[in-house]
């Protein structure tokens, strides 16, 4: 039998960062930022119980939409691609791709430093007249349904080469925090 105190320190950090936002108002404030602490202490609770469970497939959700990267007007027939399951799927009258089920996978490269407790994959968009785009380290969160990222597309123009658009997803700034704070000389 093993035991693993850093999980809970890590619980106890984000605990003591949530309730100092709280007391300042600044989680009632924004919406996301509550959702994101919500998910973040429902999987601090998680992570315990599904150590004993390694073998067990973690699932998350995502649905993109596509927009027109100036107006915000939703595309209609987009591809979205996802390198790490090799589909693809095609946005709706509204933009947004069907809800697409995410196998997360633990990120090995933090595994030792800070473990990361969502997945991350790939998207890669293609629509006709627009220049393609691709997000790296899209955020899958175990157990939640994303509406979203909404990805800005934008018209190539007629005589020019167009590149492909990058943009990386951060982390969690929670999990950012506590990076810093399990570090701090």
Not at 24 to 36: K, P
Not at 60 to 89: C, H, K, M, W
Not at 134 to 159: A, C
């Amino acid at each position: 039998m093993k035991t693993n105190k850093k999980p809970v320190n890590g619980l106890i950090i984000i605990t003591i960062i949530a309730a100092i936002m709280w007391y300042f108002g600044n989680v009632s404030e924004n919406r996301n930022l509550a959702r994101q602490l919500e998910v973040f202490g429902y999987i601090g609770q998680q992570s315990q119980s599904s150590e004993d469970d390694e073998g067990s497939n973690k699932i998350g959700y995502i649905r993109p939409q596509v927009v027109n990267g100036f107006d915000e007007t939703p595309i209609e027939g987009a591809i979205v691609v996802i390198p790490e399951t090799n589909e693809s799927y095609i946005t709706d009258e509204a933009g947004f791709t069907p809800e697409i089920k995410i196998t997360i996978t633990p990120d090995a490269h933090f595994q030792r430093i800070n473990p990361k407790n969502w997945g991350e994959v790939t998207l890669i968009v293609y629509k006709e007249g627009y220049i393609e785009y691709v997000l790296l380290h899209t955020n899958v969160w175990e157990g939640q349904n994303r509406k979203g990222p909404k990805i800005l597309l934008f018209p190539k123009k007629s005589k020019q080469l167009d590149q492909p658009m990058s943009i990386v997803e951060g982390p969690n700034q929670l999990w950012i925090n506590s990076l810093v704070e399990k570090y701090r000389p």
